[in-house]
T-cell receptor
């Protein structure tokens, strides 16, 4: 299967600062990417997605950047809050496929 | 609208026992899938279905069976449980095979 990796397994930020979580993917044919947030004891929740025909997409306090040249995407969280503490996963999918491949996750801790 | 419902939430089995993890969704999603989550390994796809009567294998299908007799239900069967199947299992559904996945709350399985 394809691998999706994260550069940093853990990240600690001060409340109010911006957070950046990175993800590398290996399959150049992947054309759809999703970021998920998983709180302790719960299932992953959708945060934001991006298709390969875009470089950037913004949501509420979150921005995803996609760099197809180096097969890298990132999740930026503005004004990080204690409620943002969770594990964040990136997932990739090929439009012709039926499978999402997930990274191992980054644990974000927000320091009050 | 309950979303994706998994039962049981917790289960302890002895090696060699069989059991079924139940998954139901009320969003009329065609695509359903089962993942397992192990520490440090992210989410790995076990089996998936693109519609009633259609199932296929994911990354780690060995030791598991699935069926899809209705759009709503997608049970996961462990035929002869092994300690290596100790994990947290997540069921997910989507409008399509390339759309956002909606996850259940998870089922934590321990095999002794």
């Amino acid at each position: 299967g394809e691998s999706v990796g994260l550069h940093l397994p853990t990240l600690s930020v001060q409340e109010g600062d911006n957070s950046i979580i990175n993800c590398a993917y290996s399959n150049s044919a992947s054309d759809y990417f999703i970021w998920y947030k998983q709180e302790s004891g719960k299932g992953p929740q959708f945060i934001i997605d991006i298709r390969s025909n875009m470089d950037k997409r913004q949501g509420q306090r979150v921005t995803v950047l996609l760099n197809k040249t180096v097969k890298h995407l990132s999740l930026q969280i503005a004004a990080t809050q204690p409620g943002d503490s969770a594990v964040y996963f990136c997932a990739e999918n090929m439009n012709t496929g039926n499978q999402f491949y997930f990274g191992t996750g980054t644990s974000l801790t927000v320091i009050p | 609208n309950a979303g994706v419902t998994q039962t049981p939430k917790f289960q302890v089995l002895k090696t060699g026992q069989s059991m079924t993890l139940q998954c139901a969704q009320d969003m009329n999603h065609e695509y359903m899938s089962w993942y397992r989550q192990d520490p440090g390994m992210g989410l790995r796809l076990i089996h998936y279905s693109v519609g009633a009567g259609i199932t296929d294998q994911g990354e780690v299908p060995n030791g598991y069976n699935v069926s899809r007799s209705t759009t709503e239900d997608f049970p996961l069967r462990l035929l002869s449980a092994a300690p290596s199947q100790t994990s947290v299992y997540f069921c997910a559904s989507s409008y399509s095979n390339t759309g956002e996945l909606f996850f259940g709350e998870g089922s934590r399985l321990t095999v002794l």
